[in-house]
C-alpha cells in the first residue's frame, strides 16, 4: 500500500523560502514521477510541478523560476524548493504519485 506524506508547510514571509518534502513508501519510487499540487482557499486544487523518474522537471508558469523539484531516490523523497514566496502561493500543497495522494502540508506567506 502506498503512503505519502509531505511536511515542511508552514507560516512565511512574502519573498521567503520553504522547502517541502513528500516521502513515499510502499512504491517502486524511483520508477515513476511525482506531482505537485496546491489548493489555495475557496479554488480548486492546480497543478504545479512534475518529476520524472528520470529526473526531468516541469513547471507550470505561475512557479516557474521561483521552484525547484529535486528527488532522493534513496530517501523515497520528493523535495519541492519554493523561493520568492508570494502571498498568492498561500495553500496547501499536495503530491502525487500514480493515484496515490498525501494529506497536504499548509503553506501561508503574509507579513
Known amino acids: 500500500q502506498v503512503r505519502i506524506v509531505e511536511s515542511g508547510g508552514g507560516l512565511v514571509q512574502p519573498g521567503g523560502s520553504l522547502r517541502l518534502s513528500c516521502a513515499v513508501s510502499g512504491s517502486d519510487f524511483s520508477l515513476y514521477a511525482v506531482h505537485w499540487y496546491r489548493q489555495a482557499p475557496g479554488k480548486q486544487r492546480e497543478f504545479l510541478a512534475t518529476?520524472?523518474?528520470?529526473?526531468?522537471?516541469s513547471y507550470v508558469d505561475s512557479v516557474k523560476g521561483r521552484f525547484t523539484l529535486s528527488r532522493d531516490n534513496a530517501k523515497n523523497t520528493v523535495y519541492l524548493q519554493m523561493n520568492n514566496l508570494k502571498p498568492e502561493d498561500t495553500a496547501v500543497y499536495y503530491c502525487k504519485q500514480r493515484a496515490s495522494w498525501g494529506q497536504g502540508t499548509r503553506v501561508t506567506v503574509a507579513s
Open positions: 518529476i520524472s523518474s528520470i529526473d526531468t522537471t
